[in-house]
């Protein structure tokens, strides 16, 4: 039997996934000020660098989709938005367990929380209309068309949540990235999770273009099955 | 530009004698902005603006996102009402037929929908200030280039996912899927130029939401005027 | 003319044109029979561009649907009329898009016998005066290339004796479906029976 580079890669990734998780628990050293919650961080942060590197693939995949009208291209914007939504609801989940101790509550109005939300919903709506396009192909395009504009909308979602409260201070006490970067074994930590987390983000979309190729080639039989399974009415004249 | 002109007059002419989209748009307005203004302590937006009474700041801080929210649905129920116009009857593969730039349709659709969009603002806006009991002076004439701006935004996104979501299954509740959280700027920025004028009766250091919205205008009909094609096609 | 190259269009899993090739010479009237569902529409909304082909390809005179618009006239089910206009104001809007002059506008009421109800709307009209009005839609632009899907339904005896004076001119290429085989041979020069998504 051939070997699937998958196959070594997930084995890769699984041993990763477990050293980072020992890593986490039991040989960073817990933060002063914030005590045993701060160690989230360490699948916080990576997550949201996943969520924005797999819309970032997402945009460029649309436009080259609409380029070249190739199948592969929608394939893979297609599964990396479906692994984006996954990782931003990953990235807001942390990030609310998070909350709770340190800020008091689940969720503060942190702008950058709140892009991250702003996000989820805007590819939520990518996912829904893929659902429902009804035509394949139209829904590949106007899918392309919503993945470059949901990207194009971040920077000014970022300034116009950041200035809506412009006159109160940010609520946040502490920046995640700035406690985390001081000692090494935190610095290590963070920077192996957020290899594993790329990792993690490349099986899971090698794995949903290969549903989605899977999907097509599906079809393509089903209509060669069909075609040659109807009986075609016969008119003479 | 000719037949940009042609393409939003048809449309234009069409609603004035349907009259399907603009007096819904603002009946449906009105009954949000009526049904939120319940939320607002009485007088508190009628207070003089160096001196508010009590309350008075917290309820002018939440009237801008109250009437934004309001006309943004409305706007929303409207864009979707106009790209149906295209498709019953199947107008739209006739114009998909006709030799014209498919960002030339862009355009002439968009004239139209602000135009609805406008129209609807000029009736909801000053009926708001009657129920929230505003005194005129401290949104005018402010409140005109916020219209503006805002207006542009949502028509350049409601024309383009108007028109992408009309073939597809659950249209009605697409559209507004897609179009609310990519408009969240001009919302934001509408909802928050108004609450300043209210609160201050000046934009102030707020003015920069201007450059955000114009810039978000500018984003998205490029944007519309590129994509459109890929939109419509079959 | 009209070149049809190894044609194919499938609708997810139903494929409706399967691997067509012809060719249709200039000037002449082809009829395409065959019953419902063998691919007439989907063929003619090919050869107008309105449907992209999953593979193959058609052109006329050598270039795509999609760089020829002006001169194909296409007329399909649906007559693509706005309801809330008058019949003379849906012409004068595509005689804007065409750029067209308007002046063509009431003669070509006339022909289709819809001279006195060029002021009402659309929506007033009937499935058979639409039918009428699309037609003078599609020949508003005097299309070297016209393309008429069931063109005679909805159309009354005397509308449909008429039809063929209408579509006929000197050196234009026509291209009809029908299931109705006797009027096909009284109009057109050639015949071709479509089934199940293939010429034969």
Redesign the interface.
Same mark, same amino acid.
């Given at each position: 039997m051939k070997k699937d580079p998958l196959q070594l890669t997930q084995t890769v990734l699984a041993i990763g996934f477990m050293a980072g998780l020992v890593a986490i628990f039991f040989w960073v050293p817990t933060e002063a000020f914030q005590g045993v919650s701060q160690r989230i961080v360490y699948l916080h942060a990576p997550s949201a660098w996943v969520a924005y590197l797999a819309f970032g693939v997402v945009l460029v995949c649309s436009v080259a989709y609409l380029k070249t009208s190739e199948s592969r291209w929608d394939w893979v914007a297609h599964a990396s938005a479906k692994v984006g939504v996954l990782f931003t609801a990953t990235t807001l989940i942390t990030g609310a367990m998070w909350g709770k101790p340190i800020w008091g509550a689940f969720w503060a109005w942190d702008p950058r929380l709140t892009l991250t939300l702003v996000l989820f919903l805007i590819y939520l709506g990518y996912l829904a209309f893929r659902a429902n396009a009804g035509d394949e192909n139209r829904g590949a395009r106007i899918g392309a068309v919503i993945g470059i504009a949901g990207f194009m909308v971040v920077p000014l979602v970022h300034f116009s949540v950041d200035w809506w409260r412009g006159q109160h201070p940010s609520r946040t006490v502490v920046r995640p990235e700035a406690s985390a970067a001081l000692p090494q074994e935190m610095l290590i930590v963070l920077l192996g999770m957020f290899a594993v987390f790329t990792l993690l983000y490349l099986v899971l979309l090698a794995l949903g273009v290969r549903v989605l190729k899977l999907e097509d080639e599906v079809m393509e039989l089903e209509a060669t099955f069909l075609e040659n399974a109807v009986i075609t009415p016969h008119i003479t004249g | 530009m &000719?037949?940009i002109l042609? !393409?939003a007059? /048809?449309d234009l &002419?069409? +609603?004035s004698?349907?009259k399907q989209i603009a007096p819904v748009m603002v009946v449906f307005a009105l009954t949000l902005v009526f049904l939120l203004t319940f939320a607002l302590p009485p007088g508190a937006l009628r207070a003089p603006v160096p001196l508010p009474k009590a309350g008075a700041i917290s309820a002018r801080e939440i009237t801008g996102l109250l009437l934004w929210t309001s006309i943004f649905f409305a706007a929303v129920i409207g864009f979707g009402r106009s790209a149906a =116009?295209d498709r019953?009857?199947?107008?739209g593969?006739? !114009?998909? #037929? =006709? *030799?014209?730039d498919p960002a030339a349709l862009y355009a002439g659709k968009l004239i139209g929908n602000l135009a609805f969009l406008l129209a609807t603002e000029l009736v909801a806006i000053p009926l708001f200030m009657l129920f929230a009991n505003i005194a005129p002076g401290s949104l005018l004439p402010g409140i005109l280039p916020v219209m503006l701006v805002a207006s542009l935004g949502m028509a350049a %996104?409601g024309t #383009? $996912?108007g028109a =992408?979501?009309q073939? =597809? +299954?659950?249209r009605s509740l697409?559209l507004p #899927?897609?179009a $609310? *959280? !990519?408009s969240? *700027?001009v919302i934001?920025?509408a909802s /928050?130029l108004t609450s300043t004028l209210l609160i201050e009766n000046r934009f102030g250091?707020?003015a &920069?939401?201007f450059i955000?919205m114009a %810039?978000?205008d500018v %984003? $998205?009909l490029t944007?519309g005027a590129v994509?459109f094609e890929? %939109?419509i096609? +079959? | 003319m009209i070149v049809l190259d190894g044609l194919t269009k499938t609708f997810g899993r139903v494929r409706a044109i399967t691997n067509l090739s012809l060719q249709i010479a200039d000037g002449t009237t082809v009829a395409i029979l065959g019953a419902n569902g063998s691919g007439k529409s989907t063929l003619l909304k090919l050869v107008a561009g309105l449907v992209k082909p999953t593979s193959g390809s058609v052109t006329l005179e050598g270039s795509p649907p999609a760089e020829c618009k002006s001169a194909i006239g296409y007329l399909g089910h649906e007559p693509f009329l706005y309801r809330y206009l008058s019949a003379t104001e849906n012409l004068n809007f595509y005689a804007d898009l065409y750029r067209v002059d308007r002046t063509r506008v009431p003669k070509l009421l006339e022909d289709v016998g819809l001279g006195a109800k060029g002021a009402s709307l659309v929506r007033t009209f009937s499935r058979g005066e639409s039918q009428r009005l699309g037609l003078a839609r599609t020949l508003l632009h005097e299309p070297r290339y016209l393309l008429l899907d069931e063109p005679f339904s909805g159309l009354d005896e005397t509308s449909s004796e008429r039809l063929p004076g209408l579509i006929a001119q000197n050196g234009r290429t026509v291209l009809l479906s029908t299931h109705d085989r006797p009027r096909a041979e009284q109009v057109a020069d050639r015949l071709i029976h479509l089934t199940g998504g293939r010429a034969e």
């Open positions: - | &000719r037949t042609a !393409l007059a /048809k &002419r069409g +609603e004698r349907a =116009a019953e009857g199947s107008a593969d006739g !114009l998909l #037929l =006709a *030799p014209v %996104v #383009l $996912f =992408a979501t073939y =597809a +299954e659950a697409m #899927l897609l $609310f *959280p !990519l969240l *700027p934001l920025g /928050k250091s707020e &920069r939401w955000l %810039v978000f %984003v $998205f944007l994509t890929f %939109v096609e +079959e | -």
